[in-house]
Each structure stands twice: as C-alpha cells, then as structure tokens.
Antibody, heavy 116, light 112 residues
Framework: QVQLVQSGTEVKKPGASVKVSCKAS????????IHWVRQAPGQRLDWMGW????????KYSQKFQGRVTITRDTSARTTYMELSGLTSEDTAIYYC?????????WGQGTLVTVSS | DIVMTQSPDSLAVSLGERVTINCKSS????????????LSWYQQKPGQPPKLLIY???TRESGVPDRFSGSGSGTDFTLTISSLQAEDVAVYFC????????FGQGTKLEMK
C-alpha cells in the first residue's frame, strides 16, 4: 500500500531554515506529483507547492515563493521541503501528500516549532 | 485564490442521525470540458493526517463506508453521513483542486 513517511519533529530558532523529508513506498515514485501542505494551529490547511517526481519540475504558492524549495531524490524515493527565514508564524505541522489529482495519500506530518 | 467556505463551523449530532456539511466555493470548480467538479472531502481525527473520503465531488474513495456521500456541482457542495457512528467524530473539510489548491476552514463534528 502507499506510504509516505516523514522525518521527525524539528525545533528551530527564528531566522533559521528547516528541511523535512518524505520517503515514498508502494507505488511508482516518478509517476506522481508530491505536494507539501501545512496546518498551523487554528488555521486552515495551506498549500505550499508541488514537485513532479519524474522530471523535478516545481510550482510554489505565491505565499511561500522565495522561501520554500522542494526537491526530490529518485534513487531514494524521497522528497524534501526546505523553508527558510522561519518566524513563529511558521510553527505548524507540515505534510507531504501524493496527488491523484486530489490528495489521496498523506504523510504522518512533521511538527516544526519556531521559538527563540 | 478560490475561497472555500464551510458551514456550519461545528455541529453536535446524536448517534444514528443524519449529518450534512456544506461547502461553497467563491467560483465554480466545474471543468466544462469533462463535466467534473474538482472538489474532494477529507476527515481528520486528532493527531492524525487527513483521510480522503470523496473526490470528483461525489466519488467515494475505496474502503470508505457507504454512509458517506458527496453531492453538488459548480459552487455548492454537500457531504452527508447517512447515520452517524461514534468513529465519525472528527473534523471534515473540503478541498478544491480546480485552480491551485485551497481548503475549507473545517467543520468539527461531535456526538450529542
């Protein structure tokens, strides 16, 4: 079955960067886009961007443009999301999601806490 | 961006009763060339990631109980649970994938 397994909890200081990984299994990795979505406390889900796991093309939300970078390693079947210039408002659970084109499989989530 | 607005924000329903959750999009998510509504519904329980219930507005995902159904077209959509079970207590939200990707604010469903 499809599984997306994300890296563990991160605690960062304001101004730092964070890189979260998402390892896929159970399907042909290069055939589907992987998206990143975050859920801040009390906020609705917020789409950040996607990567075409086959050719590496990316598209980012304007809200995060310039601060987010999504990459992938096809040999490792892993996608990465790096967010820079962290502030307390970036404290959230970050999810990787497989597209179908709806979001059919979600990672377990990675909590990123930004605190001085 | 397409804004998704759900109603109500929360509701409490008795076991076995019918549940209706509404979702309205600020513009149509119906793609005329294939007559498909680019809308899905998810269930999220505390401490868990969202779980897909419905896509194309009315197609139930494999393994989802048939008490869950979706309806609507264009800008107005509904998720219905025909007979509430204890395990259905969760937050439900809609999602459009017609133009970029946006989500409703969520509807919290509790047991009365």
């Amino acid at each position: 079955q499809v599984q997306l397994v994300q890296s563990g909890t991160e605690v960062k200081k304001p101004g730092a960067s964070v890189k979260v990984s998402c390892k896929a299994s159970g399907y042909t990795f290069t055939s589907y886009n992987i998206h990143w979505v975050r859920q801040a406390p009390g906020q609705r889900l917020d789409w950040m961007g996607w990567i075409n796991a086959g050719n590496g093309n990316t598209k980012y939300s304007q809200k995060f443009q310039g601060r987010v970078t999504i990459t992938r390693d096809t040999s490792a079947r892993t996608t990465y999301m790096e967010l820079s210039g962290l502030t307390s408002e970036d404290t959230a659970i970050y999810y990787c999601v497989k597209e179908r084109p709806w979001f059919d499989s979600w990672g377990q989530g990675t909590l990123v806490t930004v605190s001085s | 961006d397409i804004v998704m607005t759900q109603s109500p924000d929360s509701l409490a329903v008795s076991l076995g009763e019918r549940v209706t959750i509404n979702c309205k999009s600020s513009q149509s998510v119906l793609y005329s060339s294939n007559n498909l509504n680019y809308l899905s519904w998810y269930q999220q329980k505390p401490g868990q990631p969202p779980k897909l219930l419905i896509y194309w507005a009315s197609t139930r995902e494999s393994g989802v109980p048939d008490r869950f159904s979706g309806s609507g077209s264009g800008t107005d959509f509904t998720l219905t649970i025909s007979s509430l079970q204890a395990e259905d207590v969760a937050v439900y939200f809609c999602h459009q994938y017609y133009d970029s990707y946006t989500f409703g604010q969520g509807t919290k469903l509790e047991m009365k």
